[in-house]
């Protein structure tokens, strides 16, 4: 008996053995590259192999666009691959054998005219290696959202939910000041060297994606800041395509007959040789010719004449070693820059800027490890011309005279990357180990050439009657109520050098779980201090595939440097003198403001983020997300009035302002079809700081740094866009509505000095509804677009400047512009035109 069972044992054994053998030797694995369809890799793509019997296996291509499926029988699969952005690869046939196999996958990115019948990639996917807090825009929504200025790339990215546009046209990325978001191009920094923010001008029809990144921030980006918008643009292709937007000029009858708004965009790409070198280029010019209503007849017009070309090449000399290159170019003329309803024409200036900017990328593989290296060098030139020599004068509400300042800036840097991203090692699951390095050097230099400022009284008595002060009666007793003038040198020049390392894991722990470490050290010369930026997040996919993901993070983020506050410490010095209401000298005046640097050293300014998202997929075309974003600034700069109880003195550069931002947002994506699409995004915010306010030459208040909200801040935010098509001509209907609060603003008095807490005010909420109706149709085997758009069809004034001078009349039943509190400006209801030829059918 006890033999018996022994044989059974020894046989049972032996069979299974035989099994498992038999198993491993009809096993395969598949291992395999995306590329797109010029040869480069195509990360974050979602891979699906299904069987004959309609099991599917999926996986998820790596920074180099390398994927692998282990454990898989011999046999015919079909795959999918998918990626936002590209047409759906579906239905290629791929025969495994056993053991290895080697798959080379191919996406074509999207394109509007299409060759043949093919899907893009719904937008509604989730990601489930991707550990980042991110939304982005594909060429298609950037194209079709009808936004006020479709021809202004800026004006499009509004349409994110974390992107607001200030009064004066700054973007603002998730709560930050502009200049504390980095802003790349196809990798590299785009941001004015000088500032940081972002002034350089894109062709629209040439912007291939705009994507920003707000949380769990990789290690690879050297100066992140508290945020990353990134815009990504085309290379050629094997195909030769030609496209234009609004070629023909239009005509303004208001104030004369003038050349209207004219907005032509052209772009050209092909082959130089085909399936190896390529070339695209972007051409738009933007005129713009536009009447304040408010102001005068013949004294209320603006006009500027602006252009942008980029040119892009890619040389493939091996499947393995690809060279990229860009070149772009701005110019930007103004007319009468800063005309409003409270700024006269005399009060503006003439502005003329000029960018350029070169990239070179090298990317090499070797032994399945990519290499990439790239140099950039960015140059701008700006300068601002008054009208003229005379006084710049503030009023109690508005101004008048020539405006104080005439400013040539010149900005410069130079910067270096290199990023090594090694094959996947397996330990526990799949590793991902990437290192890098950066180095940048930043130059400004600066000429100013500064007159007086002119603050008068509301009114002065002469004869026993009063009268108004107006800018010509800037010498009448009694009406002058304090003079700045400028002394010292006004040609600051500085420069600053950066560098930095990092190195990073992502660790996938099969289905379920994806964690990602990284850290980060930056060097400054100006602040002459290195600091380290360690940062985590991780993924977890409760159903172990793309159907929802809960993602966490925590980061250090290094702040960029804003050249323009620090050169204020090289720059001159105001003078100030008041007057009472008999024009006698009020003492002690003069008296003198000097903006200095600390003789100790400054620390690095920087970012503390935690965030956290839920993303689910409810059926197949509907995606619904939650973040939840906390940013701590800390160290950062800004001027502190060592006198503050006192005219005059000390502005002394300190390191102890500490903005916060505290976000949650919920948005939905409802994909019906390829042709139908809708989305929506409300967001709760609150954006403040402990030092809110900026003095500067020319704008100086005599008080010490108060908290509060900064300018931008808009606590509720909702944003709608989406498209259908229509049964009338087969016309296609889209529609972009924003509602926000307003922005706030601070109060001054006769003397221009704060009254109340910074930023207590604020504009009316601000909500606008664009509605766009286009029909494309094929004319001699050519695709044309055509789109009516209606701006702001609500009517609201949504107003961009305010009297906020708290001296000035109170508005009443019959006095209600130029009162304390009138607002005025704004876009109103509009309509507008775009003629598109897109291409050969």
Same mark, same amino acid.
């Given at each position: 008996?006890?033999?018996?069972?022994?044989?059974? *044992? &020894? $046989? !049972?054994? @032996?069979?299974?053995? =035989?099994?498992? +053998?038999? /198993?491993?030797?009809?096993?395969?694995?598949?291992?395999?590259?995306?590329?797109?369809?010029?040869?480069?890799?195509?990360?974050?793509?979602?891979?699906?192999?299904?069987?004959?019997?309609?099991?599917?296996?999926?996986?998820?291509?790596?920074?180099?666009?390398?994927?692998?499926?282990?454990?898989?029988?011999?046999?015919?699969?079909?795959?999918?691959?998918?990626?936002?952005?590209?047409?759906?690869?579906?239905?290629?046939?791929?025969?495994?054998?056993?053991?290895?196999?080697?798959? *080379? &996958? $191919? !996406?074509? @990115?999207?394109?509007? =005219?299409?060759? +043949?019948? /093919?899907?893009?990639?719904?937008?509604?996917?989730?990601?489930?290696?991707?550990?980042?807090?991110?939304?982005?825009?594909?060429?298609?929504?950037?194209?079709?959202?009808?936004?006020?200025?479709?021809?202004?790339?800026?004006?499009?990215?509004?349409?994110?939910?974390?992107?607001?546009?200030?009064?004066?046209?700054?973007?603002?990325?998730?709560?930050?000041?502009?200049?504390?978001?980095?802003?790349?191009?196809?990798?590299?920094?785009?941001?004015?060297?000088?500032?940081?923010?972002?002034?350089?001008? !894109?062709?629209?029809?040439?912007?291939?994606?705009?994507?920003? /990144?707000?949380?769990?921030?990789?290690?690879?980006?050297?100066?992140?800041?508290?945020?990353?918008?990134?815009?990504?643009?085309?290379?050629?292709?094997?195909?030769?395509?030609?496209?234009?937007?609004?070629?023909?000029?239009?005509?303004?009858?208001?104030?004369?007959?003038?050349?209207?708004?004219?907005?032509?965009?052209?772009?050209?790409?092909?082959?130089?040789?085909?399936?190896?070198?390529?070339?695209?280029?972007?051409?738009?010019?933007?005129?713009?010719?536009?009447?304040?209503?408010?102001?005068?007849?013949?004294?209320?017009?603006?006009?500027?004449?602006?252009?942008?070309?980029?040119?892009?090449?890619?040389?493939?000399?091996?499947?393995?070693?690809?060279?990229?290159?860009?070149?772009?170019?701005?110019?930007?003329?103004?007319?009468?820059?800063?005309?409003?309803?409270?700024?006269?024409?005399?009060?503006?200036?003439?502005?003329?800027?000029?960018?350029?900017?070169?990239?070179?990328?090298?990317?090499?593989?070797?032994?399945?490890?990519?290499?990439?290296?790239?140099?950039?060098?960015?140059?701008?030139?700006?300068?601002?011309?008054?009208?003229?020599?005379?006084?710049?004068?503030?009023?109690?509400?508005?101004?008048?005279?020539?405006?104080?300042?005439?400013?040539?800036?010149?900005?410069?840097?130079?910067?270096?990357?290199?990023?090594?991203?090694?094959?996947?090692?397996?330990?526990?699951?799949?590793?991902?180990?990437?290192?890098?390095?950066?180095?940048?050097?930043?130059?400004?230099?600066?000429?100013?050439?500064?007159?007086?400022?002119?603050?008068?009284?509301?009114?002065?008595?002469?004869?026993?009657?009063?009268?108004?002060?107006?800018?010509?009666?800037?010498?009448?007793?009694?009406?002058?109520?304090?003079?700045?003038?400028?002394?010292?040198?006004?040609?600051?020049?500085?420069?600053?050098?950066?560098?930095?390392?990092?190195?990073?894991?992502?660790?996938?722990?099969?289905?379920?779980?994806?964690?990602?470490?990284?850290?980060?050290?930056?060097?400054?010369?100006?602040?002459?201090?290195?600091?380290?930026?360690?940062?985590?997040?991780?993924?977890?996919?409760?159903?172990?595939?793309?159907?929802?993901?809960?993602?966490?993070?925590?980061?250090?983020?290094?702040?960029?440097?804003?050249?323009?506050?620090?050169?204020?410490?090289?720059?001159?010095?105001?003078?100030?003198?008041?007057?009472?209401?008999?024009?006698?000298?009020?003492?002690?005046?003069?008296?003198?403001?000097?903006?200095?640097?600390?003789?100790?050293?400054?620390?690095?300014?920087?970012?503390?983020?935690?965030?956290?998202?839920?993303?689910?997929?409810?059926?197949?075309?509907?995606?619904?997300?939650?973040?939840?974003?906390?940013?701590?600034?800390?160290?950062?700069?800004?001027?502190?009035?060592?006198?503050?109880?006192?005219?005059?003195?000390?502005?002394?550069?300190?390191?102890?302002?500490?903005?916060?931002?505290?976000?949650?947002?919920?948005?939905?994506?409802?994909?019906?079809?390829?042709?139908?699409?809708?989305?929506?995004?409300?967001?709760?915010?609150?954006?403040?700081?402990?030092?809110?306010?900026?003095?500067?030459?020319?704008?100086?208040?005599?008080?010490?740094?108060?908290?509060?909200?900064?300018?931008?801040?808009?606590?509720?935010?909702?944003?709608?866009?989406?498209?259908?098509?229509?049964?009338?001509?087969?016309?296609?209907?889209?529609?972009?509505?924003?509602?926000?609060?307003?922005?706030?603003?601070?109060?001054?008095?006769?003397?221009?000095?704060?009254?109340?807490?910074?930023?207590?005010?604020?504009?009316?909420?601000?909500?606008?509804?664009?509605?766009?109706?286009?029909?494309?149709?094929?004319?001699?085997?050519?695709?044309?677009?055509?789109?009516?758009?209606?701006?702001?069809?609500?009517?609201?004034?949504?107003?961009?400047?305010?009297?906020?001078?708290?001296?000035?009349?109170?508005?009443?039943?019959?006095?209600?512009?130029?009162?304390?509190?009138?607002?005025?400006?704004?876009?109103?209801?509009?309509?507008?035109?775009?003629?598109?030829?897109?291409?050969?059918?």
């Amino acid at each position: 008996m006890r033999f018996s069972c022994l044989f059974i *044992s &020894l $046989v !049972l054994f @032996h069979l299974t053995l =035989v099994g498992l +053998k038999t /198993q491993a030797a009809d096993s395969a694995d598949c291992k395999g590259i995306v590329l797109d369809e010029n040869g480069v890799p195509v990360p974050a793509a979602q891979v699906k192999l299904e069987d004959s019997a309609g099991h599917s296996y999926q996986a998820e291509t790596d920074l180099a666009g390398r994927f692998a499926i282990h454990n898989l029988s011999s046999g015919v699969y079909k795959a999918e691959v998918r990626k936002k952005g590209f047409f759906v690869l579906s239905g290629q046939t791929v025969t495994l054998h056993e053991g290895n196999n080697d798959v *080379s &996958l $191919v !996406l074509n @990115h999207e394109q509007e =005219v299409r060759e +043949k019948v /093919q899907v893009t990639a719904p937008s509604n996917q989730i990601d489930t290696q991707d550990t980042a807090q991110r939304s982005s825009l594909s060429a298609q929504e950037i194209r079709d959202i009808p936004v006020p200025s479709s021809h202004v790339l800026q004006q499009s990215l509004v349409a994110l939910p974390e992107i607001v546009q200030d009064n004066p046209g700054n973007l603002h990325v998730a709560g930050a000041r502009s200049g504390e978001t980095q802003y790349l191009l196809d990798g590299f920094e785009i941001g004015d060297p000088v500032s940081g923010a972002l002034t350089s001008r !894109l062709n629209v029809d040439a912007t291939r994606a705009a994507e920003v /990144q707000t949380g769990r921030i990789d290690a690879s980006y050297p100066h992140s800041g508290a945020n990353i918008l990134s815009l990504v643009t085309p290379d050629g292709d094997d195909r030769w395509r030609f496209g234009t937007t609004n070629p023909a000029p239009g005509i303004n009858v208001q104030e004369g007959v003038h050349l209207g708004d004219w907005y032509p965009r052209f772009t050209f790409s092909g082959p130089i040789e085909r399936g190896r070198f390529w070339f695209s280029d972007s051409i738009s010019v933007q005129h713009t010719f536009g009447v304040v209503k408010q102001l005068p007849s013949n004294a209320n017009t603006f006009e500027e004449w602006a252009g942008d070309n980029l040119l892009r090449l890619q040389y493939n000399f091996s499947p393995k070693h690809i060279l990229h290159a860009s070149v772009l170019y701005n110019r930007a003329n103004d007319s009468n820059l800063g005309l409003d309803a409270l700024d006269p024409q005399s009060t503006t200036v003439t502005g003329d800027q000029r960018r350029g900017f070169v990239s070179l990328k090298d990317q090499i593989w070797l032994h399945e490890t990519l290499f990439e290296l790239g140099i950039a060098a960015d140059d701008g030139v700006l300068d601002y011309t008054p009208q003229g020599s005379l006084p710049f004068i503030l009023l109690i509400n508005g101004t008048g005279g020539n405006y104080f300042q005439r400013l040539e800036q010149r900005g410069r840097r130079l910067q270096a990357v290199m990023n090594v991203t090694a094959a996947s090692r397996h330990w526990h699951g799949t590793h991902q180990v990437s290192v890098g390095a950066n180095v940048a050097g930043l130059i400004l230099h600066e000429s100013a050439q500064r007159g007086e400022i002119d603050v008068l009284n509301p009114t002065f008595s002469n004869n026993a009657t009063t009268s108004a002060c107006t800018a010509a009666d800037v010498n009448q007793q009694g009406c002058l109520r304090r003079r700045s003038t400028f002394t010292g040198s006004a040609t600051p020049h500085l420069s600053n050098t950066q560098a930095g390392t990092y190195a990073q894991d992502t660790w996938s722990m099969g289905k379920h779980f994806v964690f990602q470490a990284g850290l980060r050290t930056d060097w400054d010369r100006f602040t002459q201090s290195a600091m380290a930026g360690p940062r985590v997040s991780a993924n977890l996919l409760p159903f172990g595939d793309d159907r929802a993901k809960l993602s966490i993070g925590w980061g250090i983020y290094n702040a960029p440097l804003n050249l323009a506050l620090i050169g204020q410490a090289l720059d001159q010095q105001q003078v100030d003198t008041f007057f009472d209401s008999t024009g006698a000298v009020v003492p002690p005046s003069p008296v003198v403001s000097q903006f200095v640097l600390p003789s100790g050293g400054l620390r690095q300014p920087r970012f503390a983020t935690s965030s956290a998202s839920w993303q689910e997929k409810f059926g197949r075309n509907t995606l619904v997300s939650v973040d939840l974003l906390a940013r701590n600034g800390s160290h950062g700069f800004a001027f502190v009035d060592q006198q503050p109880l006192q005219p005059g003195g000390i502005f002394l550069l300190g390191d102890r302002r500490a903005d916060r931002f505290r976000s949650a947002s919920f948005s939905a994506r409802h994909v019906f079809s390829e042709n139908t699409e809708i989305y929506g995004a409300y967001t709760r915010s609150r954006a403040h700081s402990n030092e809110v306010l900026n003095p500067a030459l020319g704008s100086i208040f005599y008080a010490a740094q108060q908290p509060g909200p900064v300018a931008w801040d808009t606590p509720n935010r909702l944003v709608l866009w989406g498209w259908i098509p229509t049964h009338i001509w087969s016309m296609q209907l889209s529609g972009f509505f924003e509602y926000r609060t307003g922005y706030p603003f601070s109060v001054v008095n006769l003397q221009q000095q704060l009254v109340g807490p910074p930023n207590s005010s604020r504009f009316p909420a601000y909500a606008s509804l664009n509605l766009g109706l286009e029909r494309k149709f094929e004319l001699r085997g050519y695709l044309w677009g055509v789109r009516v758009e209606g701006v702001n069809i609500l009517g609201r004034q949504n107003p961009d400047s305010v009297v906020n001078n708290i001296d000035a009349p109170v508005c009443s039943g019959t006095v209600r512009t130029g009162c304390f509190g009138a607002f005025a400006g704004g876009q109103g209801r509009a309509t507008t035109l775009r003629v598109r030829f897109v291409g050969r059918k």
